[in-house]
Each structure stands twice: as structure tokens, then as C-alpha cells.
Nanobody, 125 residues
């Protein structure tokens, strides 16, 4: 019903910043709560941040709080993630995800119905 494609991944130096974008299509973007998740090898997929359908409410994981910003542009059908002060512990595949807005915001992977293919982010010097 909706497709999601992440971009912006790659190599980031320790202390540097991450800027990701997720483009959507084949759906009514404002119908969805949007979220970002990440998954490192051998670890479970973990919540990073989410933004309400209107963009007026945001929630962050503890490790992301204070150094991250999630935002959406309902005119462009995109959701972005900015994360500062990156460390090697932030190395993971980052995923964009969508959840029907009537269900409210979600902070676990199982609450999201639609997923992008993921983009690799490697933090290394």
C-alpha cells in the first residue's frame, strides 16, 4: 500500500553527523505514523525515533535523545533523521517504517507494518 526507500547511508566518522531521508510512494503519506529503526549484526532491530502523522509529536530512544531529530514533510512525502555525535556503536542498517496513524505512535518493530529496504551506516575512522 505504501513503499519506502531510504537514502543517505554510508561512512560516517566518529563524532560526525548522520543525515538520512526516506521517500514514500503509493500511499497517502499523512495516513501514517513514521519511524526509524536500526539493526546491527547479531542484534535485534531497535527503535530510534518516531513522528506522528501531523509532525507535531516526536519520540526518541534513550540513546538517540538529545542528539537526534526526526522530521517529516507531508508535501514532499518524506521523513528525515538527523543524528549527531555518532560513535561506532551506531553502526547498523537503518530502516524507515510506516504504521497506520489511527493506531497511534509505536516504539517497537512489531508495531510497524511497512518497511524500507534499509541503508547501511558505518561509523569508523
Amino acid at each position: 500500500q505504501v513503499s519506502l526507500v531510504e537514502s543517505g547511508g554510508g561512512l560516517v566518522q566518529p563524532g560526525g553527523s548522520l543525515s538520512l531521508s526516506c521517500a514514500t510512494s503509493r500511499g497517502t503519506f499523512s495516513n501514517y505514523v513514521m519511524g526509524w529503526f536500526r539493526q546491527a549484526p547479531g542484534k535485534e532491530r531497535e527503535f530510534v525515533a518516531t513522528v506522528s502523522w501531523k509532525g507535531d509529536r516526536t519520540y526518541y530512544a534513550d540513546f538517540a535523545k538529545g542528539r537526534s531529530t526526526i522530521s517529516r514533510d507531508n508535501a514532499k512525502n518524506t521523513v528525515d533523521l538527523q543524528m549527531d555525535s555518532m560513535t561506532p556503536e551506531d553502526t547498523a542498517v537503518y530502516y524507515c517504517a510506516a504504521r497506520f496513524a489511527f493506531r497511534g505512535v509505536g516504539t517497537t518493530a512489531e508495531e510497524y507494518e511497512f518497511w524500507g529496504q534499509g541503508t547501511q551506516v558505518t561509523v569508523s575512522s
